[in-house]
């Protein structure tokens, strides 16, 4: 098997809070193979988006502890110091922020945003260039009138087009990991569907990977070869995403499926999964998931399961995996 493009192990993030330390991150292992879409599903407090951010070091202020390994080609990113982080983010690592408004700096054009980019990629280019270059990237990603577009600013922008100028950005700098953390969130159903399709299409133009994160599992369907599941930090489902939405091996996983709406039943009551996302201050002592799941058992409440094969396509954190169906 390939070297995956980024190995993460036992990964731990913890911060301060007015409460105590919050554990955020608790002992991730994950690869994100190359040439790949991974999608990281789970809901809010799973620590989908605290783990992107670990990956690119834009991490809040009061973080205690960043421990474990983030290996990219041989490099671990926990042991860089701030300049070698500096070096590789927007160049070997780049990010589509979830927010287009805030994510863009309002007083710049589109074109100074885009120049900026590729003359921090390429310093030696004109500046002439490096706006014929703007202008190519934001016809790839299907922009209408890309030359007026270059000259308008954020606000003159609806979001579909904000979102799309973050990866057009993110793309000049030809990066071996695109992080696109919820890109959808604030944008309607037709412009989510775009833009989703936008990165289906640019699987087969990146040399890197993709890392997808989203709290919506018909997305990730949709759009990932691989999938990984976390709850309340944690990853309790890994594998490919046709096996897993074939045959979900964790409860959790189960639950989220369950809570998907089916648009042919929409007088059904929606479907919820019980109790509340777990306190990261509180300690936790066996399965993280026990509180909320149908199948629990005494082993279940006494001892932590590990990430364990449950076949050649997955990886399942639960004692019971392979047993319910």
Not at 114 to 140: C, G, W
Request: aromatic residues 2%; charged residues 20%.
């Amino acid at each position: 098997m390939d070297k995956p493009l980024v190995a993460i192990r036992n990964l731990q993030l913890t911060a301060a809070t007015s409460r105590g330390e919050a554990r955020i991150l608790k002992g991730i292992d994950l690869d994100i193979p190359r040439r790949c879409i991974l999608g990281i599903v789970g809901e809010s407090g799973s620590g989908k988006s605290s783990l992107a951010n670990a990956i690119i070091r834009l991490l809040p202020g009061n973080t205690t502890k960043l421990s474990g390994e983030i290996v990219l080609d041989g490099v671990n990113l926990v042991g860089l110091d701030e300049v070698g982080m500096s070096e590789l983010r927007g160049t070997r690592i780049a990010m589509v922020f979830q927010d287009p408004i805030t994510a863009l700096n309002p007083l710049f054009s589109v074109e100074r945003h885009l120049v900026d980019v590729i003359r921090r990629h390429t310093p030696r280019i004109s500046r002439a260039d490096a706006a014929t270059h703007a202008l190519h990237a934001l016809e790839a990603v299907g922009i209408a009138d890309p030359k007026l577009r270059l000259a308008s600013h954020p606000s003159d922008l609806s979001g579909g087009m904000r979102q799309r100028v973050l990866i057009a950005m993110a793309l000049l700098a030809e990066p071996d990991l695109l992080i696109a953390d919820e890109p959808t969130t604030a944008l309607d159903a037709t412009i989510e569907a775009q833009i989703v399709a936008l990165l289906g299409e640019l699987r087969n133009k990146l040399s890197g990977s993709i890392l997808f994160i989203s709290h919506n599992l018909g997305l990730v369907w949709r759009l990932c070869e691989r999938t990984c599941v976390m709850y309340g930090g944690t990853v309790v489902e890994l594998g490919d995403t046709e096996a897993i939405a074939a045959a979900p091996a964790h409860p959790y996983t189960r639950a989220l499926m369950a809570c998907m709406i089916d648009n042919e039943a929409s007088d059904a009551p929606l479907v919820f999964i019980p109790g509340e996302v777990p306190d990261p201050v509180a300690p936790v002592e066996g399965c993280i998931f026990a509180p909320r799941c149908g199948y629990v058992v005494d082993e279940c409440l006494r001892v932590t399961p590990p990430l364990r094969d449950l076949d050649a396509s997955r990886r399942v954190a639960c004692h019971r995996a392979g047993e319910i169906a």
